[in-house]
């Protein structure tokens, strides 16, 4: 079968003795500029005879012509194919180097931020945060699921469907919320993102305008969200937290937009006061700012009482909460969610609809049946007893063999625990030793969005079993030990 060939090709008359130089021309000039990308299987010579409007010999000798020259490659009883790329004569593609170019790019995105370091090889000991033990999880139920979510798909017309998120998946979540966070919401109040940051995204859209809206973060804080904010022209500022949280009498009184993470502060772990929570809230009322709740772990709590959600004590709608199931199922489904005060659903859908239109229809729909069935809850519950087995074990193997040296941050939940170094032992420098003995393990100095640099450790519980961690903590006290 010959394959979809949709270059136009605009050909002179047929009696200008020009046909054949027009159709080498035009094709030459489209494998030049990556229009036919190496290794493309060219129409055969009947067929782009036809489609030029020539005959055929004038089509084998364009062919023949760009083989002579080095731009494809005919293979007897395969087809003409465009040379690769490494073959092809040398031509300058324009870089974003370009003086030119680059005045097109919005500054910020010239030189974008690295977030994080490349992927490693798997680690003997794994404490990298923001990774969940997929191991554990009913995938032979997910696809059960899936498999008949397919079903019934394929037996429906497959148009477009609603930006804000299946009604079937926003119905679930708002169980889900009310039971997980004691959160009271209207399917009609959520709105389904990929994934938290794609909700960091869609907010700096309706919510900031260039070079006017100030942004205040929890410094150290979530780097992500504020690339989000900084990206759509915010000015940023930093608050600086303590055990309670941020600190409320720091927010500049112009500010206009509060990121924070309540329940478990990132990456510090504090969880926020009763009090500062309510002194935030009236803050945001005073001064008509809004705040977003990054809830991004919670589900996972292992001794406390609930700590009420900012969105669940908030009476003037100035709380955006956003919650992900990358952390309670796994990152790659790419899923989550935002429950928003009703005064902005309309922007909101809007700029859905403009970023992506809406998320895959097939995975909400299997989402929304796990939830229905009763499988996300217990898996949470048996995750919360699995992480807060290892968080039991950590807690004491640091308290064992380096509780001189490192001193924990004692918080009941969440899906990584901080431990502060005591003295003036560098933490980035043990991390990059503990690497080369196959200790994967963030320092916090990864963290700061102003400078406000912390010295210590944040373990994962995602990724190391319960029976490493003793051994990983008395090879990385070794390493302190000896620095």
């Given at each position: ?34 229009r ?11 067929k ?14 364009a ?6 020259q080095g ?12 040379t690769?790329q ?18 097109r ?5 010239r ?10 090889p ?18 032979q ?10 079903r ?11 930006p ?5 998946l ?14 009271t ?5 959520i709105?389904v ?18 070079g006017?809206t ?22 940023v ?6 055990e ?12 206009h ?8 502060q990132?990456?510090l ?49 100035s ?15 790419r ?23 809406h998320?895959?229809?097939l ?36 308290a064992?063999h380096?509780g ?6 004692s ?15 560098m933490?980035?420098t043990?991390?990059?030793q ?20 912390q ?29």
């Open positions: 079968m010959d394959p979809i060939f949709e270059l136009a090709l605009v050909m002179p008359t047929r009696d200008s003795g020009k046909l054949l130089r027009a159709l080498h021309y035009q094709l030459r000039a489209a494998i030049v500029n990556g036919l990308q190496p290794g493309l299987r060219l129409p055969a010579t009947r782009l005879a036809a489609l030029a409007g020539v005959s055929r010999n004038t089509a084998v000798t062919y023949e012509l760009l083989q002579s731009y494809i490659t005919i293979r007897p009883g395969a087809g003409a194919f465009v690769d490494d073959s092809q004569p040398m031509r300058r593609s324009p870089t974003i180097s370009d003086s030119k170019n680059d005045s790019i919005v500054s910020f995105w030189n974008p931020p690295s977030l994080s370091a490349p992927f490693q798997p680690y003997r000991f794994d404490f990298r945060i923001g990774l969940s033990d997929q191991s554990f999880f009913p995938f139920v997910w696809q059960r699921l899936l498999l008949r979510s397919q019934t798909l394929s037996k429906t017309p497959t148009f477009y469907s609603d804000q998120g299946q009604s079937t926003r119905e679930m979540i708002a169980t889900h919320v009310s039971i997980i966070r004691a959160v919401v209207l399917a009609d109040d709105v993102t990929a994934g938290a940051q794609q909700a960091l995204d869609l907010l700096a859209r309706i919510l900031v305008t260039a006017q100030t942004v205040a973060f929890e410094d150290p804080g979530y780097r992500p969200a504020r690339i989000a904010f900084a990206a759509a022209g915010a000015n500022v930093t608050v600086p937290i303590d309670n949280g941020i600190i409320v009498e720091k927010i500049p009184p112009g500010t937009i509060i990121y924070v993470t309540p329940t478990h990132f990456p772990g504090y969880t926020m006061s009763i009090a500062r929570r309510i002194a935030l809230l009236n803050f945001a009322h005073s001064h008509g700012a809004v705040i977003i709740e990054d809830d991004y772990d919670s589900e996972f709590r292992y001794k406390s009482s609930p700590h009420d959600a900012l969105q669940s004590i908030d009476d003037n709608g709380v955006f909460y956003i919650g992900t199931f990358s952390k309670s199922l796994f990152p790659s489904l899923l989550g969610f935002m429950l928003i005060p009703s005064w902005a659903r309309h922007a909101l859908v809007a700029a859905k609809r403009f970023s992506d239109w998320s895959p229809i995975e909400q729909e299997t989402l929304a049946a796990f939830i229905a069935e009763g499988h996300l809850a217990r898996h949470i519950h048996k995750m919360r007893k699995i992480y807060g087995e290892r968080r039991t074990v950590l807690t004491k193997a640091i064992s380096c001189d040296i490192l001193e924990p941050i918080v009941d939940c969440g899906l990584h625990l901080t431990a502060l170094v005591k003295g003036n032992l933490a980035a043990i991390a990059a503990a690497e080369e003995i196959g200790i994967g393990l963030y320092s916090l100095d990864r963290y700061p969005i102003a400078g406000n640099v010295n210590g450790f944040a373990f994962g519980l995602g990724m190391i079993r319960a029976e490493q961690v003793d051994g990983a903590i008395n090879s990385l006290a070794g390493l302190m030990r000896h620095a």
